[in-house]
C-alpha cells in the first residue's frame, strides 16, 4: 500500500533524481540533489520511495531551499 505526497521541485532535479543521471548540470545543482535525496530518505525511509506523477514544468518556487524558476510538482510514492 502506498500513500502520495506531492513536492514542487526544481526541474533541473528530475532527470538525476529519476534515473541518477547527473550529465549536464552543475556541481551546486549536483550537491540539490544529493541532498534532496538523502531528504527523502530520512523522511520516507531509504528503498521505501518512489517517483510517481510528474507534471510539465512551469515557473513558480521549489518547496526545497525556495528556489524560484522551472518547477514540476512530482508525486512521491511512500510504501506504508
Known amino acids: 500500500m ?4 506531492t ?3 526544481p526541474h533541473f532535479a ?3 533524481l529519476v ?3 547527473y550529465s549536464g548540470i552543475q ?3 549536483e550537491a540539490f540533489v544529493d541532498n534532496l535525496h ?3 530518505d530520512d523522511q520516507h525511509g531509504e528503498g521505501q520511495w518512489h517517483i510517481g506523477d510528474v507534471s510539465e514544468p512551469y515557473h513558480g518556487r521549489a518547496d ?3 528556489i524560484l524558476g522551472e518547477i514540476c510538482n512530482v508525486s512521491i ?3 506504508i
Open 77 to 79: 510514492e511512500v510504501r
Open 27 to 29: 556541481d551546486d545543482d
Open 64 to 66: 526545497f531551499e525556495r
Open 38 to 40: 538523502q531528504w527523502l
Open 2 to 5: 502506498f500513500e502520495t505526497e
Open 14 to 16: 528530475i532527470v538525476p
Open 19 to 21: 534515473y541518477g543521471d
Open 7 to 9: 513536492y514542487r521541485i
